[in-house]
């Protein structure tokens, strides 16, 4: 499995919309859908630290690594 | 689409055309005189002739100026020596072996295919422009016919050394003058270092496109 992203369940943690955080972090809607999917290949400091900011939660809340 | 791509698109365009059209000149106006020989020989009921296109080389060293001519300007004899000889053999040698025939035929052939080869190119070309105009030049197509075209010109370097090795064994079956030594030599380096360079453009282009991909999945 690798490196996972658990974006959407702290987006239903905070009640927030895909549409309202990506208006939030300043970062469209396709990039954040990326994202959220796990299709991403990397993520930017920049980006963790607006969504960590915006969600109130560690980088780990967002990302977790599980082994295969 | 840029500014400077156009430019060099255009460039590329018109040398193509120019070269392409000298290159059908200059082999029409060979293929009338050969056509025009071929029919006053057969008219005077000569078959058995062969048209010797080569270079001459001296035996002994790089050049041996045999002859002499007066130099129109100056009224100087002028010694000299003549490198590209089309001789027009009416008798051929008895015992010429099959195979140069073979070869001499398969390279004629060959010619054909090296015109059709050089037609298809510009094809792919515009393909390739006219995806660069949509913004889509990162695909993995464009960088199969990039690498399409530097195999084509690779080809046609190696068709081209076959039918000059073919050419100069049939030049030396047909012929056999004193202290000289002939050649078909066009070794067409632009032709093999143009392959040679796309090849490599092709492959820097898949890594390319791999990099942009990665950055477009970077969020």
Same mark, same amino acid.
């Given at each position: 499995?690798?490196? $996972?992203?658990?974006?959407?369940?702290?987006? +239903?943690? %905070?009640?927030?919309? =895909? !549409?309202? &955080?990506?208006?939030?972090? #300043?970062?469209?809607?396709?990039?954040?859908? $990326?994202?959220?999917?796990?299709?991403?290949? +990397?993520? %930017?400091?920049?980006? =963790? !630290?607006? &969504?960590?900011?915006?969600? #109130?939660?560690?980088?780990?809340?967002?990302?977790?690594?599980?082994?295969? | 689409?840029?500014?400077?791509?156009?430019?060099?698109?255009?460039?590329?365009?018109?040398?193509?055309?120019?070269?392409?059209?000298?290159?059908?000149?200059?082999?029409?106006?060979?293929?009338?005189?050969?056509?025009?020989?071929?029919?006053?020989?057969?008219?005077?009921?000569?078959?058995?002739?062969?048209?010797?296109?080569?270079?001459?080389?001296?035996?002994?060293?790089?050049?041996?100026?045999?002859?002499?001519?007066?130099?129109?300007?100056?009224?100087?004899?002028?010694?000299?020596?003549?490198?590209?000889?089309?001789?027009?053999?009416?008798?051929?040698?008895?015992?010429?072996?099959?195979?140069?025939?073979?070869?001499?035929?398969?390279?004629?052939?060959?010619?054909?295919?090296?015109?059709?080869?050089?037609?298809?190119?510009?094809?792919?070309?515009?393909?390739?422009?006219?995806?660069?105009?949509?913004?889509?030049?990162?695909?993995?197509?464009?960088?199969?016919?990039?690498?399409?075209?530097?195999?084509?010109?690779?080809?046609?370097?190696?068709?081209?050394?076959?039918?000059?090795?073919?050419?100069?064994?049939?030049?030396?079956?047909?012929?056999?003058?004193?202290?000289?030594?002939?050649?078909?030599?066009?070794?067409?380096?632009?032709?093999?270092?143009?392959?040679?360079?796309?090849?490599?453009?092709?492959?820097?282009?898949?890594?390319?496109?791999?990099?942009?991909?990665?950055?477009?999945?970077?969020?």
């Amino acid at each position: 499995m690798g490196v $996972i992203v658990n974006l959407d369940v702290m987006m +239903a943690k %905070r009640k927030i919309s =895909l !549409n309202e &955080l990506s208006q939030r972090v #300043d970062i469209t809607q396709a990039n954040l859908s $990326i994202l959220k999917t796990g299709k991403a290949k +990397a993520i %930017r400091f920049s980006t =963790l !630290n607006a &969504l960590c900011k915006e969600l #109130d939660c560690q980088p780990g809340d967002i990302l977790e690594f599980r082994e295969d | 689409m840029n500014g400077k791509l156009k430019i060099y698109c255009a460039c590329l365009a018109i040398m193509y055309v120019i070269f392409f059209v000298h290159n059908v000149y200059e082999g029409a106006k060979f293929a009338i005189a050969g056509f025009e020989i071929g029919y006053t020989q057969g008219k005077s009921g000569n078959d058995n002739f062969n048209v010797c296109v080569s270079y001459m080389t001296p035996v002994d060293g790089s050049a041996t100026f045999p002859s002499t001519v007066i130099n129109e300007k100056t009224g100087e004899e002028v010694r000299f020596e003549i490198r590209q000889m089309i001789a027009l053999v009416s008798k051929s040698p008895e015992n010429i072996p099959a195979y140069v025939k073979i070869m001499y035929i398969t390279a004629s052939i060959f010619g054909f295919i090296i015109f059709a080869l050089f037609v298809y190119i510009p094809f792919i070309g515009y393909k390739i422009m006219k995806s660069i105009t949509q913004n889509a030049f990162y695909s993995i197509r464009n960088i199969k016919k990039i690498r399409k075209i530097s195999l084509i010109l690779l080809l046609i370097f190696t068709i081209n050394l076959l039918v000059n090795f073919s050419a100069t064994i049939s030049v030396n079956a047909y012929l056999l003058i004193k202290g000289y030594r002939a050649y078909v030599n066009d070794f067409n380096y632009s032709l093999f270092f143009t392959g040679l360079v796309l090849l490599i453009l092709s492959e820097i282009l898949l890594y390319t496109k791999s990099i942009k991909e990665e950055q477009d999945l970077t969020v």
